[in-house]
């Protein structure tokens, strides 16, 4: 099985339901909170190991009660080693509330995120591939880049225009398409291979000249959250793997869409077993 490097973020999700969304200056009462584990770092880390990936994790969380609850999820995974270090910041939070329809309102406050720094990083990233996204600082994340060895894969998200400066250390760029928009012409020189995601449509996949498209099989959706994820941890397992370019988008959309039909974002991650089972050729 193909080993994957993750450096990235770790968040305590706290998810309050209400009937309706406050306005600015309101309280909404009567709303249930639930608190998941996520992150986009953590959750693409998880990802990788249901497919199968030998991971390690580098992150950063708080010397506070949240972390337990933010990393537990992660520890109970078989595949994956941690490489967490506490930091003198809170662990990151993001506050959710979502109303009867699935609209959502969400405030991050990134805290132990922030302060994950290069010196946290080993010397040397000594992996099939590595993964990184944009909820840490961009310095760790270029200096992760740089002493990758491996396949070097760029989740750009959330939207940043300083990923730009990234991409001379990276071989695969994965956005949807509003981190593309934001990545403007720096995309135009960029000679790797650039992966759109596309939602219910899948996902098309540009190298050099050449252009491949995938589509999801059908799926009866729950909620999209983790899909973006499921996505980008398949896909760059499989890359790592060795797979080619057509079975690794297969697999990754495939991927996407089983994290759909399951709420939250980490229980909803699919295994190789059940992505296999649910993709269509050419997996
Ligand atoms: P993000 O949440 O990061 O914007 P997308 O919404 O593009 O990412 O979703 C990532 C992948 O998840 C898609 O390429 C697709 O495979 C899958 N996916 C997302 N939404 C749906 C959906 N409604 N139906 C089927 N698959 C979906």
Sequence with gaps: MPSVHVVGSVNL??????????????????????????????NQALAAARLGAEVTFTAAVGRDPEAAAAIALLEAASGLALDVHRVDEPTGVALIAVDGDGENQIVVAPGANAALATSHLPEVIDADALLAQLEVPLATVDAALRRATGLRCLNAAPADHGAAALLTHCDC?????????????????????????????????????????????????????????????????ELAGGADLERALAMAVTAGALATERPGAQPSLPTRADVEARCPSPC
């Excluded at 050099?208 to 760059?236: E, H, K, N, Y």
Aim: aromatic share 2%; proline share 5%; net charge neutral.
């Design 173 to 237: 760029v994965i956005v949807n398409e509003t981190e593309r928009a934001a990545l403007g012409s720096a995309l135009t020189g960029f000679d790797g291979l650039v992966v759109t995601t596309l939602g219910a449509a899948g996902a098309v996949a540009h190298r050099g000249g050449r252009r491949l498209a995938a589509s999801p099989p059908l799926v009866d959706v729950v909620d999209t959250v983790g899909a973006g994820d499921a996505f980008c941890g398949a896909l760059v397992t």
């Design 13 to 42: 999700d706290l998810v309050a339901t209400a009937a309706r969304l406050p306005a600015p200056g309101e309280t909404v009462g009567g709303a249930r909170l639930a608190r998941h584990p996520g992150g986009k770092g953590a």
